[in-house]
T-cell receptor
Framework: GQQLNQSPQSMFIQEGEDVSMNCTSS?????WLWYKQDPGEGPVLLIALYKAGELTSNGRLTAQFGITRKDSFLNISASIPSDVGIYFCAGHFDYGGATNKLIFGTGTLLAVQP | DGGITQSPKYLFRKEGQNVTLSCEQN?????MYWYRQDPGQGLRLIYY???????QKGDIAEGYSVSREKKESFPLTVTSAQKNPTAFYLC?????????????FGPGTRLTVL
């Protein structure tokens, strides 16, 4: 199955630092979603993007839908220990069957040292 | 509270036994999905259903079966034909056939086959 290229694979940072991660695809998407997964739990939706160029914030999190429709970025400002987890991007494009199937990135593991 | 429930949280089975994982949602979503997650990897789609009494194979359907007799329920059976069933299984749901592609996840079931 197709997967998105998500980078970096992992990040180890100090509390208070800003974080940036991105996803790229060979296909054009019409939706980009960003999820966070805590260990042993299901992913939680953080931000949803529906328009090329769209920039959306959720507290200290900001995500952007790339103008080419083939990439998306997630930034976390002033990181705190509870930001630890795996961050996944997910994209949707129309298969022609009106489905809501998503393609998921491979995840970015974020570790924050107090 | 609206949400998605999966049970049990942890499941142990002997090799060669079929096992059924439960997924229930009260979000009034039409579509439901099953994903498999292996350590350090992203989410891979097993099966999905856009409407009651209909379901489609995902990327890794071999060795799995599903049913969708009720809108609220989408159980997954891991059969003895699945060669490597030990994994973390995630159920999700979403609206169907709309521009809203957001999927919401349950807490997951960790299956260990001994």
């Amino acid at each position: 199955g197709q997967q998105l290229n998500q980078s970096p694979q992992s990040m180890f940072i100090q509390e208070g630092e800003d974080v940036s991660m991105n996803c790229t695809s060979s296909s054009i998407f019409n939706t980009w979603l960003w999820y966070k997964q805590d260990p042993g739990e299901g992913p939680v939706l953080l931000i949803a993007l529906y328009k090329a160029g769209e920039l959306t914030s959720n507290g200290r999190l900001t995500a952007q839908f790339g103008i080419t429709r083939k990439d998306s970025f997630l930034n976390i400002s002033a990181s705190i220990p509870s930001d630890v987890g795996i961050y996944f991007c997910a994209g949707h494009f129309d298969y022609g069957g009106a489905t809501n199937k998503l393609i998921f990135g491979t995840g970015t593991l974020l570790a924050v040292q107090p | 509270d609206g949400g998605i429930t999966q049970s049990p949280k942890y499941l142990f089975r002997k090799e060669g036994q079929n096992v059924t994982l439960s997924c229930e949602q009260n979000l009034n979503h039409d579509a439901m999905y099953w994903y498999r997650q292996d350590p350090g990897q992203g989410l891979r789609l097993i099966y999905y259903s856009q409407i009651v009494n209909d379901f489609q194979k995902g990327d890794i359907a071999e060795g799995y079966s599903v049913s969708r007799e009720k809108k609220e329920s989408f159980p997954l059976t891991v059969t003895s034909a699945q060669k490597n069933p030990t994994a973390f299984y995630l159920c999700a749901s979403s609206y169907s056939g709309t521009s809203d592609n957001e999927q919401f996840f349950g807490p997951g079931t960790r299956l260990t086959v001994l």
